[in-house]
């Protein structure tokens, strides 16, 4: 009997930052279609980076993955006159870290051997793994986890008890270097919009930013729902003649969380200066949508940040089994004609049933 064994092929992962003074959507889709020449297999990660899989490049270019990369970092250069930041490895979280520690215009390689890797990954802190937020960080040091290397040594079931059960094997995986994740080809970046529309002109501030607040609401839910976080939050204010303004902001940190997305569509609204406009409706758009797997949050020493997230966990699992409205704001609690229409058709079914 003849025995057949399968080579695994060795994967070679770049991912690129672009250094982009703004924000800019089309430029951005530029830079992708440069990316595209070396590779069909690239992933967005909007509104900076993406990553690509170069494994059945390097013979068609032949090249080894950093020679790539730099030749990557020349033709960006040379048609946008754009810099780059380039990790490359043998899977995606391990070129996202080599990226993170690379400086403008450079390139780091990591090979696939063990001790290569061991001595990249082993010094580091905890909070440097992708998948690792500040309430898990604080845990893992509370227990005397503070670097990589210890990570790695602390057995899985350990980590388990301490973190749960999936979250300790794919953290336990991943301090050992390992991420079995593709790279995802994806259609542009779409977005999840709310709006509210008024029944008549809407003059008092205070009336919009309780709606803004309601729209946040909507928006952030059905992000988390969805296994979903924006990296752009965008506010187009209808006015009475029919005339519109919108305004976007990148978000510090791309977020599904509803204080994070309130706070900046409030500041949004208050840099427009509208005063006594009459507003016709509201619409805040989330967009650069990536799945929450994908994102890292960065670390916060606030502890009220994390009581923020974890009351909003428990209100989304209210909402999941009373429905949306089981669980609002205070400033929604009392629900009027400056809130969602879905806020304000639960009302009156509660009326009713009374």
């Not at 009997?1 to 695994?8: G, N, Q, S, Y």
């Amino acid at each position: 009997m003849t025995t057949t064994t399968t080579a695994v092929r060795e994967r070679h992962i770049l991912r690129v930052h672009f250094h982009l003074a703004t924000e800019d959507p089309d430029l951005y889709d530029a830079l992708l279609d440069v990316l595209t020449t070396l590779t069909p297999l690239v992933q967005r990660l909007p509104p900076s980076a993406a990553d690509l899989d170069v494994t059945g490049s390097l013979r068609l270019f032949d090249c080894d993955a950093a020679a790539l990369g730099r030749l990557l970092q020349v033709r960006v250069m040379a048609l946008h006159g754009v810099t780059t930041s380039i990790g490359a490895a043998p899977n995606r979280m391990l070129a996202a870290m080599a990226a993170d520690a690379t400086p403008p215009g450079d390139l780091t390689t990591l090979p696939a051997e063990p001790d290569a890797l061991t001595r990249f990954l082993r010094p580091r802190p905890v909070a440097a793994l992708p998948g690792i937020g500040p309430a898990t960080a604080r845990t893992l040091n509370k227990h005397g986890i503070h670097h990589l290397g210890t990570l790695a040594d602390t057995p899985l079931l350990t980590l388990q008890r301490l973190l749960g059960t999936a979250q300790g094997r794919q953290l336990h995986e991943r301090a050992h270097g390992q991420d079995p994740r593709p790279v995802t080809v994806q259609a542009p970046a779409p977005s999840l919009s709310a709006t509210h529309p008024y029944d008549h002109d809407e003059l008092d501030p205070a009336a919009h930013r309780r709606t803004l607040l309601a729209l946040t609401e909507d928006l952030g839910l059905r992000l988390r729902t969805t296994g979903q976080i924006a990296t752009t939050l965008v506010l187009t204010v209808r006015y009475a003649d029919r005339t519109t303004t919108t305004r976007s902001r990148t978000l510090t940190e791309p977020t599904h969380h509803s204080p994070a997305l309130a706070a900046a569509a409030h500041d949004l609204y208050t840099r427009l200066g509208l005063q006594r406009a009459r507003v016709r409706a509201l619409t805040l758009r989330a967009e650069g949508l990536l799945t929450a797997q994908d994102a890292t949050r960065q670390l916060s020493l606030d502890p009220d940040d994390d009581r923020t997230r974890a009351a909003e966990a428990a209100a989304d699992r209210v909402r999941a089994r009373f429905g949306p409205t089981a669980a609002v704001p205070a400033a929604l609690a009392r629900p009027d004609r400056t809130t969602s229409p879905r806020l304000r058709a639960d009302a009156r079914k509660k009326e009713q049933r009374r």
